[in-house]
């Protein structure tokens, strides 16, 4: 059964940082283009990052550009390094994959990636 488990969230202050991980079971994603998606109250699901298969590319949204980080490891493993956190940054975070070979970092869309966790809760007050 493929499985993609997120942690790491929690509340903090405006300026602080946090690191979201997700791990991923069932089968061998180093080939899966895997990414980060979050939800606010009262908002659709928005892209945050991706990276390719392998870690060759990196994409992320334009509100998180210069302070989140996504990165792999090769242990089924994916991390959203969130540095500068803002009060506007405050929902739940999705770890989602697309299967490979190809490389999806730049897919934007929630309906691009059919896996999905079930999500973690990062709260950023002012």
């Known amino acids: 059964q493929v499985q993609l488990v997120e942690s790491g969230g929690g509340l903090v202050q405006a300026g602080d940082s946090l690191t979201l991980s997700c791990a991923a079971s069932g089968r061998t994603f180093s080939s899966y283009t895997m990414g980060w998606f979050r939800q606010a109250p009262g908002r659709e699901r928005e892209f945050v990052a991706a990276?390719?298969?392998?870690?060759?590319?990196t994409y992320s949204a334009d509100s998180v550009k210069g302070r989140f980080d996504i990165s792999r490891d090769y242990n089924n493993k994916v991390y959203l390094q969130m540095n500068s956190l803002r009060p506007e940054d405050t929902a739940v975070y999705y770890c989602v994959a697309r299967g490979g070979p190809d490389d999806y970092s730049t897919y934007r869309t929630a309906g691009e990636y059919p896996i999905w966790g079930q999500g973690t809760q990062v709260s950023v007050s002012s």
């Open positions: 990276i390719s298969p392998y870690g060759r590319n």
